[in-house]
């Protein structure tokens, strides 16, 4: 009730200040602004083929006769060695994994042998990395390498990594499958540094829809 008792909220000119702003704050009661913090989304990626091919001189390897090279060369089967060394480019792709936090190495074969198998193991991709870096000075040659390494945890993924020096011309230089979830900032962080390291001419990057 007023100060006249007339049952209504009286207006402002018959009260002090401080009863004005009571009497506004009774008319229009003060909105509550209420606070969030807005959670910024990670997106991930779901089982990623990658081909890459590099940037290196690449020598044909002639079949045995002449209509078997024809034959070849038609259906894009003629074989080719590209020039690079295998076993420091294996060691490349085991750093760029490194770098998306794949930390155990589980195996790595080369030219149907196998050079390194811990599949137990979770966190010794530095030391397969330390392997092939001794084995470099000592094996020049090799067809053909492959890797295959796991991310452990919540979102686990497997790594395989096919990197060919000699192979078929309609053939990449490197294959690459990740099987599984990886987030895209550790994605993009593996292949930019596959692309700062090696020689990379193309690549064709295959994510299901």
Known sequence: MGKYRSGFNEPPWVYSPSEVMDWINASNPPHKIKKFH???????????????????????????????????????YDDVKENFEI???????ARALAKAKFSNMMKITMDGNTLYEHPEKKHDIKRSIELMVGMANKTKEGKNIELK??????????????????????EHSIDIKIDGKIKEELFNRFLNYVKEHMEVKSEDINTPT
């Open 38 to 76: 807005a959670e910024k989304s990670e997106k991930y990626l779901k089982n990623i083929e990658i081909s890459l091919d590099l940037d290196v001189e690449k020598k044909e390897i002639g079949a045995s006769n002449f209509l078997l090279k024809k034959i070849k060369e038609i259906a894009g």
């Open 149 to 170: 390494a796991t991310k452990p945890g919540r979102e686990k993924c497997i790594a395989h990594v096919f990197i060919k020096r000699i192979h078929p011309r309609k």
């Open 87 to 93: 076993i420091p480019a294996a060691e490349l792709m």
